[in-house]
Nanobody, 111 residues
């Protein structure tokens, strides 16, 4: 059974940074692409970033240049480093793989 557990969210001022982590279990982690998405209040969930099993990355235009996705296959963990955060980045952030989603971690950016 695949399980994903996110952590690292919190409250930060605009311009600040946070690093999210997602630990995966029940999956051959190194072979799987991983992704981060987010959902703000009253809005649909939107894709943020992805990383393939081989380490190829992709980003939404809204976060490119500010967010970095990475993975540590030895730790079955994918990260999302978020810099220069903006109030519009406020959302619940979810990790996903193989159409499985974690429960999310709240990120709140104050202006």
């Amino acid at each position: 059974q695949v399980q994903l557990v996110e952590s690292g969210g919190g409250l930060v001022q605009a311009g600040g940074s946070l690093r999210l982590s997602c630990v995966a279990s029940g999956v051959i982690f190194s072979r799987n692409g991983m992704g981060w998405s987010r959902q703000a209040p009253g809005k649909q969930r939107e894709w943020v970033a992805s990383i393939s099993g081989g380490g190829v990355t992709a980003y939404a235009d809204s976060v490119r240049g500010r967010f970095t996705i990475s993975r540590d296959n030895a730790k079955n963990t994918v990260y999302l480093q978020m810099n220069n955060l903006k109030p519009e980045d406020t959302a619940v952030y979810y990790c996903s793989t193989q159409s499985i989603w974690g429960r999310g971690t709240q990120v709140t950016v104050s202006s």
